[in-house]
């Protein structure tokens, strides 16, 4: 086959715009755009299919990529000819399409020099490829070449009207896009003093205000602010109000909407008609001017980061939303890790509106069974397959005091995700298809991925929930993230206020032990010493110079305690408890023992575990025989042996060894029933009598040598 491509993921309209120039010089061939599709590149292929019916998907391109490839040609490329990271090694001919401008430049002027014609809906494409690449000719990179094929399309018949036409249909999104949902009003009634709460709790910054009749008025969080120092908390708060906020039609694009606030004293534009759909603040209007086209067709990404079958799994559910008049979207973690090009795990979805709902249609309609939170608007769908997805309601979230759980009430897609942490984790990818890849990133957690930085959306969020503070260490260390100087601020801010006092031990015991778990856990916990959170954990480790060493050791440590056992039980998180407890004073850790609340074991490492671990180092160090050291070791969890290992004490060593790869799987040759039957009976006597049988096995002795070590102990001779 021939085959186009362009050489760079996400080349958009000027990419594709290229893919048709190609064609026009050289002939048919196969078509490739690689990576995600903008908005943009989706509409133009949706009204000119036709002109690209050979333009094929990635799927498509990888598969395509092992055949043997007449003629290849490579737009923007360099050398080697490389598509989307699979090499080409079959091509007969490479021809490279390269420039310093617009992609599409070099090919109009080469149609140019061969003495091609095109029609004009073709030059009106390589038209709109240039002014796309080119950003209207404004660019720094923009070339003398660029304006002359651009005055190539206008003799052609291309239309500028329509370039900018179609440009400004992909850069402006309508008013129900940009709105938020649901609608949150205040009654005419309510006092200045309510309005305020309202505003804070539901973390907007403003509402509209209504009666029997309809919307009536809107108030701001700064007016409500200025009524309150001006002693008005009691008033009304429509006293206040600059009148009723103007009102857009769903399908107004964005420029309508701008004229609308500009016209109106208030900070609000409700979308709907009798009754409000969604409503827009200034600060979203003008978010969303900055961030037009950006979204994205991210199913490439999708392909990469998820197993087939969680694919298709997430398809069945978001066609059965968008039948029921519902949105679907992936959110917050998953959508991070699918941008960064990570394995996605958990599938975590959010719908704006009901959740249990759309949980309940997916077990009859889909199979498998669901398990509901009615409480939390929360449900988990397991498949007939075994799969488990998370359904949430969006909602908003306030905290009537530090440290505090959060009241949750049904909130819309951008309240849901304010309510989250990080900006990196309040991203929600749409599933819906007739939507599907659009990205919703309204404080801009790609640009901070990009960055690889963490940055919290809002002031007191440190203080709202504390383990915030360690889940950042957490994602820090997994990512090779920095806190945003801003972020690092708060956070510094929150621990002079004594931020963590409320955090009840149970909660940052879960979130210290998640820490514990993760591959790069020294550096987790060498950034909870750099930000002064150790001492949240307990004042003795605030001086405690040596943690991070031992965690590290500890770490290497449950490495090889994993090889020598085998046991697939223990993870590093349990072992890491008692590199922490070693910082701690006995006495402390018991007033403390909460911290550790989980699985037994967890409990007794986090107590008892630094002195267990001394006593059974000195005990083996002593201990001549394998007996005497199998009787020490028998008696530790698998999380001290693992201590024991990261003593570094050699004999130790040796034992723990010995231990996991032989004295923990020899057993006595000799059983109660023999020993019975030479006149032993039952009673402590046998306990015993066995157990030397055992010790005998431990220092090599065979059955003969067990029976008699038995025999002994029982005084038979």
Same mark, same amino acid.
């Given at each position: 086959?021939?085959?186009?491509?362009?050489?760079?993921?996400?080349?958009?309209?000027?990419?594709?715009?290229?893919?048709?120039?190609?064609?026009?010089?050289?002939?048919?061939?196969?078509?490739?755009?690689?990576?995600?599709?903008?908005?943009?590149?989706?509409?133009?292929?949706?009204?000119?299919?036709?002109?690209?019916?050979?333009?094929?998907?990635?799927?498509?391109?990888?598969?395509?990529?092992?055949?043997?490839?007449?003629?290849?040609?490579?737009?923007?490329?360099?050398?080697?000819?490389?598509?989307?990271?699979?090499?080409?090694?079959?091509?007969?001919?490479?021809?490279?399409?390269?420039?310093?401008?617009?992609?599409?430049?070099?090919?109009?002027?080469?149609?140019?020099?061969?003495?091609?014609?095109?029609?004009?809906?073709?030059?009106?494409?390589?038209?709109?490829?240039?002014?796309?690449?080119?950003?209207?000719?404004?660019?720094?990179?923009?070339?003398?070449?660029?304006?002359?094929?651009?005055?190539?399309?206008?003799?052609?018949?291309?239309?500028?009207?329509?370039?900018?036409?179609?440009?400004?249909?992909?850069?402006?999104?309508?008013?129900?896009?940009?709105?938020?949902?649901?609608?949150?009003?205040?009654?005419?009634?309510?006092?200045?003093?309510?309005?305020?709460?309202?505003?804070?709790?539901?973390?907007?910054?403003?509402?509209?205000?209504?009666?029997?009749?309809?919307?009536?008025?809107?108030?701001?969080?700064?007016?409500?602010?200025?009524?309150?120092?001006?002693?008005?908390?009691?008033?009304?708060?429509?006293?206040?109000?600059?009148?009723?906020?103007?009102?857009?039609?769903?399908?107004?694009?964005?420029?309508?909407?701008?004229?609308?606030?500009?016209?109106?004293?208030?900070?609000?534009?409700?979308?709907?008609?009798?009754?409000?759909?969604?409503?827009?603040?200034?600060?979203?209007?003008?978010?969303?001017?900055?961030?037009?086209?950006?979204?994205?067709?991210?199913?490439?990404?999708?392909?990469?980061?998820?197993?087939?079958?969680?694919?298709?799994?997430?398809?069945?559910?978001?066609?059965?939303?968008?039948?029921?008049?519902?949105?679907?979207?992936?959110?917050?973690?998953?959508?991070?890790?699918?941008?960064?090009?990570?394995?996605?795990?958990?599938?975590?979805?959010?719908?704006?509106?009901?959740?249990?709902?759309?949980?309940?249609?997916?077990?009859?309609?889909?199979?498998?069974?669901?398990?509901?939170?009615?409480?939390?608007?929360?449900?988990?769908?397991?498949?007939?397959?075994?799969?488990?997805?998370?359904?949430?309601?969006?909602?908003?979230?306030?905290?009537?005091?530090?440290?505090?759980?959060?009241?949750?009430?049904?909130?819309?897609?951008?309240?849901?995700?304010?309510?989250?942490?990080?900006?990196?984790?309040?991203?929600?990818?749409?599933?819906?298809?007739?939507?599907?890849?659009?990205?919703?990133?309204?404080?801009?957690?790609?640009?901070?991925?990009?960055?690889?930085?963490?940055?919290?959306?809002?002031?007191?969020?440190?203080?709202?929930?504390?383990?915030?503070?360690?889940? #950042? $260490?957490?994602?820090? =260390? +997994?990512?090779?993230?920095?806190? *945003?100087?801003?972020? @690092?601020?708060?956070? &510094?801010? !929150?621990?002079?206020?004594?931020?963590?006092?409320?955090?009840?031990?149970?909660?940052?015991?879960?979130?210290?032990?998640?820490?514990?778990?993760?591959?790069?856990?020294?550096?987790?916990?060498?950034?909870?010493?750099?930000?002064?959170?150790?001492?949240?954990?307990?004042?003795?480790?605030?001086?405690?110079?040596?943690?991070?060493?031992?965690?590290?050791?500890?770490?290497?440590?449950?490495?090889?305690?994993?090889?020598?056992?085998?046991?697939?039980?223990?993870?590093?998180?349990?072992?890491?408890?008692?590199?922490?407890?070693?910082?701690?004073?006995?006495?402390?850790?018991?007033?403390?023992?909460?911290? #550790? $609340?989980?699985?037994? =074991? +967890?409990?007794?490492?986090?107590? *008892?575990?630094?002195? @267990?671990?001394?006593? &059974?180092? !000195?005990?083996?160090?002593?201990?001549?025989?394998?007996?005497?050291?199998?009787?020490?070791?028998?008696?530790?969890?698998?999380?001290?042996?693992?201590?024991?290992?990261?003593?570094?004490?050699?004999?130790?060593?040796?034992?723990?060894?010995?231990?996991?790869?032989?004295?923990?799987?020899?057993?006595?040759?000799?059983?109660?029933?023999?020993?019975?039957?030479?006149?032993?009976?039952?009673?402590?006597?046998?306990?015993?009598?066995?157990?030397?049988?055992?010790?005998?096995?431990?220092?090599?002795?065979?059955?003969?040598?067990?029976?008699?070590?038995?025999?002994?102990?029982?005084?038979?001779?």
């Amino acid at each position: 086959m021939d085959l186009a491509s362009t050489a760079r993921l996400s080349a958009g309209l000027g990419g594709l715009a290229a893919l048709l120039g190609v064609e026009r010089l050289e002939g048919p061939r196969v078509l490739a755009l690689p990576g995600p599709r903008s908005a943009a590149v989706r509409r133009l292929l949706d009204a000119h299919a036709v002109l690209f019916a050979r333009l094929i998907g990635d799927d498509e391109l990888a598969r395509r990529a092992m055949e043997p490839i007449g003629r290849l040609t490579l737009i923007g490329a360099g050398d080697p000819p490389d598509v989307v990271g699979l090499h080409l090694p079959y091509a007969d001919e490479v021809i490279r399409v390269d420039g310093a401008g617009a992609l599409a430049t070099p090919l109009i002027l080469a149609l140019e020099r061969e003495g091609r014609t095109v029609l004009p809906v073709e030059a009106g494409i390589l038209l709109l490829g240039v002014h796309a690449d080119t950003r209207g000719f404004s660019s720094d990179g923009v070339t003398a070449d660029d304006h002359a094929a651009a005055s190539l399309c206008l003799a052609w018949g291309a239309s500028l009207a329509w370039v900018r036409a179609t440009l400004d249909l992909a850069a402006a999104p309508t008013a129900a896009e940009i709105a938020t949902t649901p609608v949150y009003a205040l009654g005419a009634d309510d006092t200045v003093a309510s309005a305020s709460a309202s505003l804070h709790r539901l973390r907007v910054n403003a509402m509209p205000i209504r009666d029997e009749a309809g919307v009536v008025g809107q108030i701001s969080r700064r007016e409500v602010d200025d009524a309150l120092r001006h002693g008005l908390g009691d008033a009304p708060v429509l006293g206040v109000s600059v009148g009723p906020p103007p009102v857009v039609a769903p399908d107004a694009p964005l420029a309508d909407v701008r004229r609308a606030l500009a016209a109106s004293a208030g900070r609000l534009v409700l979308v709907g008609d009798a009754e409000p759909r969604g409503v827009i603040t200034r600060s979203a209007a003008f978010r969303a001017g900055e961030q037009a086209g950006a979204s994205e067709d991210t199913r490439f990404l999708l392909g990469r980061s998820l197993d087939p079958a969680d694919l298709a799994l997430l398809d069945a559910l978001a066609a059965l939303a968008e039948r029921r008049g519902a949105r679907l979207f992936l959110v917050g973690g998953p959508v991070r890790d699918l941008l960064l090009g990570r394995p996605v795990v958990d599938l975590d979805c959010m719908v704006p509106g009901d959740a249990i709902a759309l949980g309940e249609a997916a077990a009859a309609a889909l199979g498998g069974h669901l398990h509901a939170h009615p409480a939390f608007a929360t449900c988990t769908w397991t498949s007939a397959s075994g799969r488990k997805v998370d359904l949430t309601s969006a909602r908003t979230e306030s905290y009537a005091a530090r440290a505090a759980l959060p009241t949750v009430v049904a909130g819309g897609l951008r309240h849901d995700l304010l309510r989250r942490d990080f900006s990196v984790n309040a991203m929600a990818l749409e599933l819906t298809p007739s939507r599907a890849g659009d990205l919703h990133d309204p404080f801009g957690g790609r640009a901070d991925l990009a960055a690889g930085r963490l940055r919290v959306l809002h002031g007191l969020s440190f203080h709202d929930d504390p383990t915030r503070a360690f889940r #950042a $260490a957490r994602f820090a =260390g +997994r990512f090779g993230f920095d806190l *945003e100087p801003g972020t @690092r601020s708060l956070l &510094a801010a !929150a621990i002079r206020a004594g931020f963590t006092a409320h955090l009840g031990p149970e909660r940052l015991g879960a979130e210290l032990h998640r820490l514990f778990a993760e591959p790069e856990v020294v550096r987790c916990v060498a950034l909870l010493r750099g930000w002064g959170l150790l001492a949240a954990i307990h004042p003795a480790l605030d001086g405690d110079h040596g943690l991070v060493d031992r965690v590290a050791r500890h770490r290497d440590a449950w490495g090889r305690y994993e090889v020598l056992s085998g046991d697939a039980a223990t993870t590093a998180a349990d072992a890491l408890w008692l590199a922490l407890a070693a910082g701690v004073p006995d006495a402390a850790r018991r007033a403390q023992e909460r911290l #550790a $609340a989980g699985p037994r =074991g +967890r409990m007794r490492t986090w107590i *008892e575990g630094p002195e @267990r671990v001394a006593e &059974a180092v !000195a005990g083996l160090a002593a201990a001549a025989a394998p007996h005497a050291r199998a009787f020490i070791l028998e008696r530790l969890t698998p999380a001290e042996i693992v201590g024991v290992i990261a003593s570094g004490d050699p004999a130790a060593d040796g034992a723990v060894t010995w231990w996991l790869e032989r004295g923990r799987h020899l057993r006595a040759e000799v059983g109660g029933d023999e020993l019975m039957a030479l006149g032993a009976t039952p009673g402590p006597g046998l306990g015993v009598a066995l157990r030397r049988a055992q010790e005998a096995a431990w220092d090599g002795a065979d059955r003969e040598g067990q029976l008699a070590a038995a025999r002994a102990s029982l005084g038979l001779g």
